[in-house]
């Protein structure tokens, strides 16, 4: 028997595209062949990839759509996996983690506005991530480092869900760029995951030191190979933005394949050896 865990549609599926990131990643030869910037880009990001989303084509249908599809799970998924006390409280946890997306999981931050212990969050949360709504990404780090933050850190599965969760709509993100950051890297967290299934199986991490420093995606291939992706809802890239993946690929020595940073443009621009900053539409 073989378990095929069924995630919602690609980017490149949805375009009818095919896409080899993963393998122009890992070849250090990153490369784009579209252009998807600005409003575009943010229509398909809120979108996510749920087909019966994509369907609808007012954003209140799909955010009415998205509640629906929560309140079932919760409903009665939930209850055919674990068997959880405080059912009640699950639509407010969900909630509550949809404004942690993006950050280090705190299990004790998200449970005690809603009244659950450390633990009970813990759980439930781990609960979540089996129905597929949520994706832990555990911390990257090596004997060697003693100064990496090991703390995982919280993406749900889908874009469109998670703007639903915190009532995004284009014109929202339009009037407050600021607030498509944490959708936009779990999109991209999304993609990655979507594109690792049907290529070269991947372990996904994240990396942050306790300077500060971070790298939203770490890619492990089966070969021991690394790529890091650090993703920016931004027109325009800056030295700075690369203060991460310069201490990854350090960090990881020959094993360092490649380090991009996923921007709001339409060009390929390196950044040094083995940098580069990446249109986001190169990703299907």
Same mark, same amino acid.
């Given at each position: 028997?073989?378990?095929?865990?069924?995630?919602?549609?690609?980017?490149?599926?949805?375009?009818?595209?095919?896409?080899?990131?993963?393998?122009?990643?890992?070849?250090?030869?990153?490369?784009?062949?579209?252009?998807?910037?600005?409003?575009?880009?943010?229509?398909?990001?809120?979108?996510?990839?749920?087909?019966?989303?994509?369907?609808?084509?007012?954003?209140?249908?799909?955010?009415?759509?998205?509640?629906?599809?929560?309140?079932?799970?919760?409903?009665?998924?939930?209850?055919?996996?674990?068997?959880?006390? *405080?059912?009640? +409280?699950?639509?407010?946890?969900?909630?509550? /983690?949809?404004?942690?997306? #993006? @950050? $280090?999981?705190?299990?004790?931050?998200?449970?005690?506005?809603?009244?659950?212990?450390?633990?009970?969050?813990?759980?439930?949360?781990?609960?979540?991530?089996?129905?597929?709504?949520?994706?832990?990404?555990?911390?990257?780090?090596?004997?060697?480092?003693?100064?990496?933050?090991?703390?995982?850190?919280?993406?749900?599965?889908?874009?469109?869900?998670?703007?639903?969760?915190?009532?995004?709509?284009?014109?929202?993100?339009?009037?407050?760029?600021?607030?498509?950051?944490?959708?936009?890297?779990?999109?991209?967290?999304?993609?990655?995951?979507?594109?690792?299934?049907?290529?070269?199986?991947?372990?996904?991490?994240?990396? *942050?030191?306790? +300077?500060?420093?971070?790298?939203?995606?770490? /890619?492990?291939?089966?070969? #021991? @190979? $690394?790529?890091?992706?650090?993703?920016?809802?931004?027109?325009?890239?800056?030295?700075?933005?690369?203060?991460?993946?310069?201490?990854?690929?350090?960090?990881?020595?020959?094993?360092?394949?490649?380090?991009?940073?996923?921007?709001?443009?339409?060009?390929?621009?390196?950044?040094?050896?083995?940098?580069?900053?990446?249109?986001?539409?190169?990703?299907?």
């Amino acid at each position: 028997m073989e378990t095929i865990p069924l995630l919602p549609l690609a980017r490149a599926e949805i375009e009818g595209t095919q896409t080899s990131f993963l393998a122009d990643l890992f070849a250090g030869r990153p490369k784009t062949s579209q252009a998807c910037v600005g409003s575009a880009l943010v229509e398909r990001v809120l979108a996510g990839g749920y087909p019966e989303v994509l369907s609808r084509t007012s954003w209140t249908r799909r955010h009415a759509w998205f509640r629906s599809y929560l309140d079932a799970i919760i409903k009665r998924d939930v209850a055919d996996v674990a068997d959880l006390a *405080r059912l009640v +409280e699950m639509p407010r946890l969900v909630a509550a /983690l949809g404004h942690q997306a #993006g @950050q $280090l999981l705190n299990f004790s931050g998200a449970g005690s506005a809603i009244g659950l212990s450390h633990v009970t969050t813990a759980r439930y949360t781990r609960v979540l991530e089996e129905l597929f709504l949520i994706r832990i990404l555990p911390a990257w780090h090596h004997n060697r480092l003693k100064r990496l933050v090991k703390t995982p850190k919280l993406h749900f599965m889908d874009s469109g869900l998670l703007a639903a969760l915190r009532d995004l709509t284009p014109e929202q993100i339009t009037a407050n760029r600021t607030s498509f950051g944490p959708v936009l890297e779990t999109f991209v967290v999304s993609e990655i995951l979507k594109q690792a299934s049907w290529s070269e199986p991947l372990q996904l991490f994240h990396y *942050r030191d306790k +300077e500060g420093d971070e790298v939203d995606l770490i /890619l492990l291939s089966e070969r #021991g @190979q $690394l790529a890091g992706i650090e993703v920016k809802a931004s027109a325009t890239v800056q030295a700075a933005d690369f203060d991460g993946l310069r201490k990854f690929a350090a960090a990881a020595k020959q094993q360092f394949r490649a380090g991009v940073v996923l921007y709001d443009g339409e060009k390929v621009i390196p950044f040094g050896e083995k940098l580069f900053a990446v249109p986001i539409a190169a990703l299907w």
